[in-house]
T-cell receptor, first 115, second 117 residues
Framework: AQSVSQHNHHVILSEAASLELGCNYSYGGTVNLFWYVQYPGQHLQLLLKYFSGDPLVKGIKGFEAEFIKSKFSFNLRKPSVQWSDTAEYFCAVTFSSGSARQLTFGSGTQLTVLP | GAVVSQHPSRVICKSGTSVKIECRSLDFQATTMFWYRQFPKQSLMLMATSNEGSKATYEQGVEKDKFLINHASLTLSTLTVTSAHPEDSSFYIC?????????????FGSGTRLTVV
């Protein structure tokens, strides 16, 4: 069955540190990839998405992610985090199977940035 | 960890009928439930936030009378698509805040693929 894995449950960084959050999926077919952020008390917001084309995707707030098909990965990166980046980050994958599309979320990574 | 059970996972209904989608928090109480919808080739869109014992808060542009949300208990929130039309065909997913004392964050249901024919 298709699945999405985020192995880091909680990441704690100091301001200005670099960030990389892992996301792996298991599926051999066509996928669409998303990273969402959820700030405390708020709903999900889209950071970036990949459908096709350049596998290096740039999103809002200085985030980027790279789709590496051979590794089934879509890791999220930011060169220098800020305290305001403290939030929960979700990787999500749409798996295409025929005419059906199933969106599956990873379990999320809680990022805490210390001032 | 926290689990949100969402049913059904897939449903096909005729135009004009109503469909109910349930999200249950297993082993924890969810006073809040977020309901999202995903259009093809787009990201999730927040439809509404349900709160146990009070009226749901709908996002701008979401028809309250069409998408009925009920949060009658601390473990169950439902979304009913009334008089469904083909344009309501979409992927619907719910999310609840994790319970206190455990891992911070939110847990998602497995989603419901609705097809209106």
């Amino acid at each position: 069955a298709q699945s999405v894995s985020q192995h880091n449950h909680h990441v704690i960084l100091s301001e200005a540190a670099s960030l990389e959050l892992g996301c792996n999926y298991s599926y051999g077919g066509t996928v669409n990839l998303f990273w969402y952020v959820q700030y405390p008390g708020q709903h999900l917001q889209l950071l970036l998405k990949y459908f096709s084309g350049d596998p290096l995707v740039k999103g809002i707030k200085g985030f980027e992610a790279e789709f590496i098909k051979s590794k089934f990965s879509f890791n999220l990166r930011k060169p220098s985090v800020q305290w305001s980046d403290t939030a929960e980050y979700f990787c999500a994958v749409t798996f295409s199977s025929g005419s059906a599309r199933q969106l599956t979320f990873g379990s999320g990574t809680q990022l805490t940035v210390l001032p | 960890g926290a689990v949100v059970s969402q049913h059904p996972s897939r449903v096909i209904c005729k135009s004009g009928t109503s469909v109910k989608i349930e999200c249950r928090s297993l082993d924890f109480q969810a006073t809040t439930m977020f309901w999202y919808r995903q259009f093809p080739k787009q990201s999730l869109m927040l439809m509404a936030t349900s709160n146990e014992g009070s009226k749901a808060t709908y996002e701008q542009g979401v028809e309250k009378d069409k998408f009925l949300i009920n949060h009658a208990s601390l473990t169950l929130s439902t979304l009913t698509v009334t008089s469904a039309h083909p344009e309501d065909s979409s992927f619907y997913i719910c999310s609840a805040p994790n319970p206190p004392g455990g891992r911070k964050g939110y847990t998602f249901g497995s989603g419901t693929r609705l097809t209106v024919v």
